[in-house]
């Protein structure tokens, strides 16, 4: 079975730049998260969506970010415009349904400058 | 929100030494997860373990959920088990969103 996949595994802007980020969770999982992780720092949930609704979205900084999940299944995250603080890993994870085991993708390493 | 800590925050080992890393939890949960995170940043499972005892090679996993603690127990451990160590747990206070709250995780580094 496929794991996560995740794209681009690092990216490098400047400051006021838009960048996007790709999620395509595991087959058949109908829950999937984003979270940011800050060096030095546990992972923190951004967003979760339950197929294509949003489940939970209190997190997200939604002046800048935004996420959507069209048809249930890959799921797209945007920073615009970014800042310096917005430097971090974004992770993907996926479960079968709420309250199951998540698992993540390999994350995308974001720097603004 | 659910409040998670984890100890010790770091650790230094010898290969072929065991160790506990301990997590607690100031809520009741319906999910409990332990991760290694590795050098390169990926996020591994090891347990999905909101009550109970489970063991997986040399790894084994410990939640006692009305004391509201989970313990990682690490055997003859090897310099491929270094990185940081989370504790993951959902509340059932958070309505069933399954959102996970991790700790501050414990560094470890195991020697030769």
């Known amino acids: 079975e496929a794991g996560v996949a995740q794209s681009p595994r690092y990216k490098i802007i400047e400051k006021r730049q838009s960048v996007a980020f790709w999620c395509n969770p595991i087959s058949g999982h109908a829950t999937l998260y984003w979270y940011q992780q800050i060096l030095g720092q546990g992972p923190k949930l951004l967003i979760q969506?339950?197929?294509?609704?949003?489940?939970?979205d209190s997190q997200l900084p939604k002046d800048r970010f935004s996420a959507e999940r069209l048809k249930g299944v890959d799921s797209t995250l945007k920073i615009q415009p970014a800042k310096l603080e917005d430097s971090a890993v974004y992770l993907c994870a996926s479960s079968r349904d709420r309250g199951n085991e998540q698992f993540f993708g390999p994350g995308t390493r974001l720097t603004v400058l | 929100g659910i409040q998670v800590e984890q100890s010790p925050p770091d650790l230094i080992l010898q290969e072929g030494a065991n160790s506990t890393l301990r997590c607690n939890f100031s809520d009741s949960v319906n999910n409990l997860q332990w991760f290694h995170q590795n050098p390169w940043g990926q996020l591994i499972n090891l347990f999905y373990?909101?009550?109970g005892t489970k063991q997986n090679g040399r790894l084994s996993a410990t939640t006692v959920a009305t004391e509201r603690y989970s313990l990682l127990y690490i055997s003859s451990s090897q310099t491929t088990d270094s990185g940081v160590y989370f504790c993951?747990?959902?509340?059932?206070?958070?309505?069933?969103?399954?959102?996970?709250?991790f700790g501050t995780g414990t560094q470890l580094k195991v020697e030769l």
């Open positions: 969506f339950q197929n294509n609704g949003v489940v939970d």
């Open positions: 373990i909101p009550s």
């Open positions: 993951a747990v959902a509340s059932i206070l958070t309505g069933g969103g399954n959102k996970l709250t």
